[in-house]
């Protein structure tokens, strides 16, 4: 195990020519990052899961519920035994042929079998509830670290001088709020790690989504997109960029670990450039539906990021089936047309 841990933290990747972990040591007069720090954000993370579980209990939940959201979910499929084999078995998305199959062995019309898809495609969805509070959650987190973070940084000297910050590169010292900072927040994004099977990737925009403000809900997507759009395309490449890749080479020079920073920094742009031209996509998209119909400046409850996940409930809440029907067999074998069926089944009217 030191053997490995010996090759991860090999001086002559990480650090610049002539610099050693030796030199970083704490002293009395100032502290410095180490290594060890990084395990803190373990214990801290499973903290902060627990503190988000509290969190969305017993703080959004009856949020949500005094703005009137509903905690149950889509509306529930009428129950039939061969649809829902071929929704588990099968597809959870039939093509025409299969509908026209499906259709005359149930008795049932095509459009009763696709709204039964829908419906039952719409149950594994979470409620409502469910995704405000992850939401709530998130955006609880993301303006206390950025409330700290505009505060912290206001005091940093180096904040207006960048280049300041690389003569000294890499003896700056450790201050106590930027170690809590980065410790928050990484610790944060291991927590994530517990959760990210089940979490509902949602802005916090979508609270007000959620809570049927609309005009919030657009006034949100407005400045989330001036202020998205002012910081990855303006910001990061002309401040963050300029100063990592071009000045750290003119004062420090590069090394190893410096080239794979600023590969993933530039990752980062190219990213940031694909998620600007998709909010510019939706922006000019519900734009045009304005003008189209009723005027709506930024229609982001039916826009590509959210879900359309209640159509089936508009239409009529019961297939028209016909009269009981039983499924016939053919040569013994159960089904038509090759269809799974697995005995008969009565359809309600």
């Not at 050693?20 to 803190?40: C, G, I, R, S």
């Not at 495609?121 to 670290?145: A, D």
């Not at 003119?250 to 998709?278: A, D, H, M, R, T």
Request: net charge positive; glycine share 4%; charged share 20%.
């Amino acid at each position: 195990m030191a053997g490995i841990l010996a090759w991860f933290w090999n001086e002559r990747f990480w650090l610049p020519h002539n610099v050693t972990w030796a030199d970083l040591k704490n002293t009395e007069e100032a502290t410095f990052p180490q290594a060890e720090d990084l395990y803190l954000a373990f214990p801290l993370a499973f903290c902060i899961f627990m503190v988000r579980l509290i969190f969305e209990r017993f703080v959004a939940k009856p949020c949500a519920i005094a703005l009137n959201i509903q905690a149950n979910g889509p509306q529930i499929a009428q129950p039939n035994a061969i649809l829902e084999k071929v929704f588990t078995a099968i597809t959870k998305h039939p093509d025409e042929k299969r509908l026209e199959g499906l259709s005359k062995q149930l008795d049932w019309d095509v459009r009763s079998i696709q709204r039964w898809f829908r419906q039952r495609c719409n149950q594994e969805k979470p409620s409502t509830l469910r995704k405000f509070c992850e939401s709530m959650w998130r955006f609880s987190f993301s303006l206390y670290v950025f409330t700290y973070g505009v505060r912290f940084l206001k005091k940093t000297p180096w904040l207006w001088n960048t280049r300041h910050c690389w003569y000294n590169y890499p003896y700056q010292p450790l201050t106590t709020d930027l170690h809590y900072y980065y410790i928050l927040e990484l610790s944060f994004y291991w927590s994530l790690m517990f959760s990210q099977f089940t979490d509902i990737k949602r802005k916090a925009a979508k609270m007000a989504n959620y809570a049927k403000f609309q005009k919030i809900c657009d006034l949100l997507f407005v400045m989330f997109a001036m202020v998205f759009i002012t910081t990855r395309l303006g910001i990061f490449p002309l401040w963050v960029l300029n100063t990592t890749l071009f000045e750290s080479w003119e004062i420090v020079g590069p090394y190893p670990s410096w080239w794979v920073f600023n590969l993933l920094l530039l990752l980062i742009q190219g990213l940031n450039c694909f998620w600007s031209y998709l909010i510019v996509k939706i922006a000019c998209k519900a734009i045009s539906k304005g003008k189209a119909g009723k005027w709506n400046p930024l229609h982001v409850s039916k826009d590509d990021r959210s879900d359309i996940e209640s159509s089936s409930d508009e239409e009529d809440s019961e297939p028209p089936g016909k009269n009981p029907h039983t499924a016939t067999t053919t040569n013994g074998t159960s089904g038509t047309n090759g269809y799974l069926l697995t005995g008969s089944c009565s359809v309600d009217d």
